[in-house]
């Protein structure tokens, strides 16, 4: 398995064998405009540059997932450029039909049990927040891949930490973990995916996993930096069991 952060949730995945692209968002910087109601105001989104080209980025890509359409999760420059008869995972009917709409041939919706190339691709719980804020944020979902060959991985997505994630843990048992952990809030409603505080609750839910943090500094409310994170998981102990990648970066398990 290998693990490639690219740009805020986007992430290359070599598994079992077959290469997935988790979440486009391939927007040149600074090409929309910022999330409103929030920080930043004066940056357009993406506030960083991919850290290769996108047709590059693309090739050799099998399949991709899509957690949900928010657009820094997939974006017009994913919907043009992206091949369409490339297979595409969505979290239910509703976003499958707009990736339809866009031209795309090939779309699975997930479900407790998708097969792709004998790989194993089960959706997992998410809450793109707490309270309130859910309603405006709408449904998401994570993923877990399983192979015989390969470790279990789990995707948690845009999500809080809650007892959905602490359930999605228990049942499958993953050894590496990407969290979406950039603390992003509006001015009012609070976190809408993963903080310190919920990373280590991760961390304690799994010790012996090894975490990723995605999506961190990205778009324009973004509320917790990468140097905050390693940081706070130096004081708590979990240091040990975190990467905080540069975009770029690749990992291998």
């Given at each position: 398995?290998?693990?490639?952060?690219?740009?805020?949730?986007?992430?290359?995945?070599?598994?079992?064998?077959?290469?997935?692209?988790?979440?486009?968002?391939?927007?040149?910087?600074?090409?929309?405009?910022?999330?409103?109601?929030?920080?930043?105001?004066?940056?357009?989104?993406?506030?960083?540059?991919?850290?290769?080209?996108?047709?590059?980025?693309?090739?050799g890509i099998d399949a991709v997932i899509i957690t949900h359409l928010h657009m820094d999760h997939y974006d017009e420059a994913a919907k043009e450029i992206l091949p369409?008869?490339?297979?595409?995972?969505?979290?239910?009917?509703?976003?499958a039909q707009v990736l339809r709409n866009d031209g795309f041939s090939n779309v699975t919706v997930l479900g407790e049990e998708t097969s792709f190339e004998r790989i194993?691709?089960?959706?997992?719980?998410?809450?793109?927040?707490?309270?309130?804020?859910?309603?405006?944020?709408?449904?998401?979902?994570?993923?877990?891949?399983?192979?015989?060959?390969?470790?279990?991985?789990?995707?948690?997505?845009?999500?809080?930490?809650?007892?959905?994630?602490?359930?999605?843990?228990?049942?499958?048992?993953?050894?590496?973990?990407?969290?979406?952990?950039?603390?992003?809030?509006?001015?009012?409603?609070?976190?809408?995916?993963?903080?310190k505080e919920d990373v280590e609750q991760t961390h304690k839910a799994a010790p012996q996993a090894t975490l990723i943090a995605s999506h961190m500094e990205a778009v324009?409310?973004?509320?917790?930096?990468?140097?905050?994170?390693?940081?706070?998981?130096?004081?708590?102990?979990?240091?040990?069991?975190?990467?905080?990648?540069?975009?770029?970066?690749?990992?291998?398990?």
């Amino acid at each position: 398995m290998k693990i490639e952060q690219i740009r805020n949730a986007t992430l290359r995945i070599q598994y079992a064998g077959k290469h997935f692209l988790v979440d486009p968002f391939l927007g040149d910087k600074g090409s929309y405009p910022p999330f409103p109601n929030s920080a930043r105001q004066d940056q357009h989104n993406p506030l960083e540059e991919l850290p290769i080209p996108k047709e590059q980025l693309i090739e050799g890509i099998d399949a991709v997932i899509i957690t949900h359409l928010h657009m820094d999760h997939y974006d017009e420059a994913a919907k043009e450029i992206l091949p369409k008869h490339l297979p595409l995972f969505s979290q239910n009917e509703e976003d499958a039909q707009v990736l339809r709409n866009d031209g795309f041939s090939n779309v699975t919706v997930l479900g407790e049990e998708t097969s792709f190339e004998r790989i194993r691709l089960i959706k997992t719980q998410g809450e793109h927040g707490r309270g309130e804020i859910l309603k405006m944020a709408g449904l998401v979902c994570g993923i877990v891949f399983k192979h015989e060959d390969e470790k279990t991985l789990y995707i948690a997505g845009d999500t809080v930490w809650y007892d959905g994630v602490q359930q999605e843990i228990d049942k499958h048992e993953p050894e590496v973990i990407v969290v979406n952990a950039g603390d992003n809030q509006f001015l009012e409603g609070g976190s809408l995916v993963m903080g310190k505080e919920d990373v280590e609750q991760t961390h304690k839910a799994a010790p012996q996993a090894t975490l990723i943090a995605s999506h961190m500094e990205a778009v324009n409310h973004w509320t917790l930096s990468r140097e905050e994170l390693k940081a706070f998981a130096i004081e708590q102990g979990f240091s040990d069991k975190l990467h905080v990648p540069q975009n770029g970066e690749v990992f291998e398990f």
